[in-house]
Structure formats: structure tokens, C-alpha cells
């Protein structure tokens, strides 16, 4: 081994590498305290909305209320698209995955924006906020196209919340089914160096361009370890007959080790704040539209897990009480993770901007463990 070699220490999963300092959120693992720019997360949550809490993610700062307006006006004449990229959201495969189709849809945005690879703050601001006001009509409208519907071109006079369900449903959503979504939107907005923002990173680090960093995001997030986990919850909590039956389910998962979705975390070892006020809110939505069975199963859930790993500080985490909250909102269980997404594009960006402000190409090693000095057999002769 060189020199070099034996001075760096192997890290497998980066579990205990710090790669960059950062100033956009706080995660105390141990206590279970989330900050977005030293904001509580619960406050942000009760008070804030998805535009203003994008708009302190960008700027560190809580906006002025003329602020605020002119950046919703901003995002909201945003919203629509272009007819190349309707064009495009119909000529995909009715049958595909929606994380599918919206990685592709984000990359198209690339397409036909001349100053695709200019790495300003300013540009990369302005993309930003097209990869913001577009993803809800990337989501929904290859919801209506797969399901043979008319699509829907985006209300803007409607927040990105009320926008979204707008553009899925074609009704007008209920007020407090816009706040439920708002803070799901809110909650998912950023949460450190988790792997699809690690993931942008790297890409942004080479010099890229912006929109090939939320591309590889969107990529990385679709994984059931990560983003993919909230729909995983939904499967189960369909598995599971009933309240009844969810002991045997959960031991039985253990027995073939394998593991309950919407649990454990890599930095919360205690509450995942985001998971406790999810908790409240989805209780209260599922009994208002008649899915408290599904709730009482996932308490249920809560109770095993937290006799059988509970001391190895595994909790419900964020994905877990989402995926009542998104059920009980009527939304399809493909779509738990594209919403993921359209929050968290929130937080990609802005990493991806502050990261660029003290530029260094994210490139580690590898611990080779493979032969050397091997002899090269000709073709002819092995
Ligand atoms: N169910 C059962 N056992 C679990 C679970 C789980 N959900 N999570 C962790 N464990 C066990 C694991 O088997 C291991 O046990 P042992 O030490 O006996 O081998 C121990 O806990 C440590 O697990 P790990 O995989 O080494 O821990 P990690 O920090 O690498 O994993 C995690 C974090 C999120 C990948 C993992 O907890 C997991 O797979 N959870 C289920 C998927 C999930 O809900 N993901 C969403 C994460 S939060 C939202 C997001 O970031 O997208």
C-alpha cells in the first residue's frame, strides 16, 4: 500500500465521513432536531409555507412579505410548459414508472433552455425555479396521460401545494388537503447530505450543469432504501389484512431478514421529528377521510417494532406516516416518491448552489482488493 494509501481510512457508506460544510439544515440524531437555516422544523411546518421555506433554503433567510409575493409570482409564471414538453409527456409509455418518466421530463428540461451549462448563481437560480414550478406538471400530467385523461394546464393563481392537486384531479383541492400537502412538502424539503443530495453533489461538482445534478437526484432518490421507502410502506400496510394480523407480519420479516419500510435512519437514532409531526397530522386526515384503519395498523407497526429494535433506535421515520397522509389525499402509491422529489428539488438545488461557491470535485477512492500482477493470456489460448 502507498504512502497516501495508508494515511486515508476506509469508510464504507461515508457513515462517518463529513464531505463539506453546509448551512442549510441541522440534524441532531440523537435528540431528534431538525433545523432548515436554524429554523425549527415543527415551526416551519406550523407556520411557514413550501415557497417561503424554498425561498429561506436559497437565500438563508426568511423573506420580506414583498419578497415573498414577488418569488411566488416568479415560480407561478413558471408553471407551465412548453408544447414540446406536453408532446413529450404523451408520447411516453402509458406503463412506465412515474420516477421513470419524471427523471426524463426533468432531464428534457435541459433541452431547450439555451443556458443550460452556465454555472452562475443567477442561472442556476433561474433553473432552479423552472425545476421547481415544473415538476408538479411533469407528475401529474404523466398521471392523467397514463390513465388516458385530458391533461390539465396549471392554475396560477394556486400555490405549487393546491397547483399540484389541481393538475391531477382537475377539481379544486379542499383547503385542508392543500395545508396537508404544503407540509409534506415542507417536511421533505431537505435533510442534509442524504444520498440524492450527496448524489447531486457529485454531479455539480465536475462542472456540470444543474439539471444533470437533479437528474442523478431523482435517480438516487427512487431507491426503496431512500425515497422509494414511502411507497414500500404503502404495500405493507395492504398486506397486512388487519390490525390483528400485523405482529405475526412483523416477526415473520424478521424471521427472513428483512426490513419493515418507514423504519430506521441513518442519522436519527431516537424520533425523526419530521415522522412525529407527520404522525399527528396523518391521524387526523385518515379519520377525516375514513382511512383510520390504515392509521391503527400503522400505530400498530409502531408498537412491535418499538418492543423488538426499539433499543437499537429504530423508529418510524419520515416516509412511514407520509404514506398514510398521501393515501388518505387520494394519491396513487406510484406517486408517493415524484412527490418526494417535487419537494426535495427544494433542497438539491440549494446544496448544489452552495456547494459551487467553494468548489472541489467530490472524488474518493476505493480500497483496491483485487490480484495484481496477473499474466495476459491471448484470446487464442484461455
Ligand atoms: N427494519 C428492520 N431492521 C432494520 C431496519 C428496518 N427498517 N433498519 C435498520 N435495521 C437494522 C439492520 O438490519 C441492522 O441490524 P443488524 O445490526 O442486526 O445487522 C441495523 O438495524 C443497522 O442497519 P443499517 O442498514 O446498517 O443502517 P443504515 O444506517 O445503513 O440504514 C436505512 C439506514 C434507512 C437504510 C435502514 O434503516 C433501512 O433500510 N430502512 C428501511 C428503508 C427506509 O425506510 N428508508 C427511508 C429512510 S428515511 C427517508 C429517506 O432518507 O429517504
Not at 154 to 176: C, D, H, Q, S, W
Not at 203 to 226: C, E, F, M, N, Q
Not at 262 to 273: A, C, E, I, L, Q
Not at 350 to 365: D, K, V
Request: hydrophobic residues 40%; aromatic residues 8%.
Amino acid at each position: 500500500m502507498s504512502t497516501v494509501m495508508q494515511e486515508m481510512h476506509t469508510d464504507i457508506g461515508l457513515v462517518n465521513t463529513i464531505v463539506a460544510r453546509s448551512s442549510l439544515s441541522f440534524i441532531n440524531g440523537e435528540k431528534g432536531i431538525l433545523e432548515y437555516v436554524g429554523y425549527g422544523i415543527d415551526d416551519l411546518a406550523r407556520q411557514s409555507t413550501f415557497e417561503e421555506t424554498t425561498y429561506l433554503l436559497w437565500n438563508r433567510r426568511l423573506p420580506s412579505r414583498v419578497e415573498l409575493a414577488e418569488f411566488n409570482t416568479l415560480i407561478r409564471s413558471n408553471y407551465d410548459l412548453s408544447e414540446t414538453l406536453w408532446d413529450m409527456i404523451v408520447s411516453l409509455p402509458r406503463d412506465a414508472s412515474p420516477m421513470h418518466a419524471l427523471r426524463t421530463l426533468t432531464s428534457a428540461l435541459a433541452l431547450e433552455d439555451p443556458a443550460a451549462d452556465d454555472p452562475s448563481i443567477e442561472a442556476n437560480t433561474r433553473k432552479s425555479i423552472v425545476m421547481l414550478a415544473k415538476m408538479p406538471a411533469l407528475i401529474a400530467g404523466f398521471d392523467r396521460h397514463r390513465k388516458g385523461l385530458d391533461l390539465i394546464r396549471p392554475n396560477v393563481e394556486a400555490t405549487i401545494a393546491e397547483n399540484f392537486l389541481y393538475m391531477l384531479t382537475g377539481k379544486k383541492p379542499t383547503e385542508r388537503m392543500s395545508r396537508a400537502m404544503d407540509i409534506c412538502l415542507i417536511l421533505h424539503a431537505d435533510h442534509g447530505f442524504n444520498a440524492s443530495t450527496f448524489a447531486s453533489l457529485v454531479t455539480i461538482s465536475t462542472l456540470s450543469d444543474i439539471y444533470s445534478a437533479v437528474t442523478t437526484a431523482i435517480g438516487t432518490l427512487k431507491g426503496p432504501l431512500h425515497g422509494g421507502a414511502n411507497q414500500g410502506v404503502m404495500y405493507m400496510l395492504q398486506e397486512i389484512e388487519s390490525i390483528d394480523a400485523v405482529e405475526e407480519y412483523v416477526l415473520n420479516k424478521f424471521a427472513n431478514k428483512e426490513r419493515i419500510m418507514g423504519f430506521g435512519h441513518r442519522v436519527y437514532k431516537s424520533n425523526d421529528p419530521r415522522a412525529t409531526y407527520l404522525k399527528t397530522f396523518a391521524e387526523g386526515i385518515a379519520q377525516d377521510t375514513g382511512n383510520i384503519d390504515l392509521f391503527n395498523k400503522s400505530q400498530r407497526i409502531e408498537e412491535v417494532m418499538d418492543r423488538e429494535v426499539g433499543s437499537k433506535g429504530i423508529y418510524p421515520n419520515v416516509d412511514f406516516y407520509s404514506a398514510t397522509t398521501y393515501f388518505s389525499l387520494g394519491i396513487d402509491l406510484d406517486l408517493f416518491t415524484p412527490l418526494f422529489a417535487m419537494s426535495r428539488v427544494s433542497g438539491w438545488t440549494a446544496h448544489c448552489m452552495e456547494y459551487l461557491a467553494e468548489n472541489r470535485l467530490i472524488r474518493p477512492r476505493c480500497d483496491y482488493v483485487g490480484p495484481h500482477e496477473q499474466e495476459y493470456v491471448s484470446i487464442s489460448q484461455r
